[in-house]
Nanobody, 126 residues
Framework: VQLVESGGGLVQPGTSLKLSCVAS????????IGWFRQAPGKVREGISA????????WYADFVKGRFATSSDNAKNTVYLQLNNLKPEDTAVYYC????????????????????WGQGTQVTVSS
């Protein structure tokens, strides 16, 4: 099982980034893919999750419409569109996969995810 994130970088406040997570080694349709982030000195927090086979998505409250997740099943890829980025969005962003997501509550819990990518750094600074 492998998850590979890409698309991070150094950007100015107010700009956008699109992160990608390419999955391999498991049946993509059987899993939910979640996005998490972890800033220095802070706990890892859930951002969003998607289970494309069920047409379902979940977002953390703090996203407030700025971020959006989508998937391309043909490419086994999940995306996280980050808009109107702020300095407080600076963190390492991770994608993770789980076959144990059964509720919106589960979707934001890192302990529910079995497989993790290596992360991609997003730095928002002027």
């Amino acid at each position: 099982v492998q998850l590979v994130e890409s698309g991070g970088g150094l950007v100015q406040p107010g700009t956008s980034l699109k992160l990608s997570c390419v999955a391999s080694g498991f049946v993509f349709d059987d899993y939910a893919i979640g996005w998490f982030r972890q800033a220095p000195g802070k706990v890892r927090e859930g951002i969003s999750a998607i289970r494309s086979s069920r047409g379902s998505t979940w977002y953390a409250d703090f996203v407030k419409g700025r971020f959006a997740t989508s998937s391309d099943n043909a490419k086994n890829t999940v995306y996280l569109q980050l808009n109107n980025l702020k300095p407080e969005d600076t963190a390492v962003y991770y994608c993770a996969a789980s076959a144990r997501i059964n509720s919106n509550y589960d979707a934001g819990l890192s302990v529910k995810y079995d497989y993790w990518g290596q992360g991609t750094q997003v730095t928002v600074s002027s």
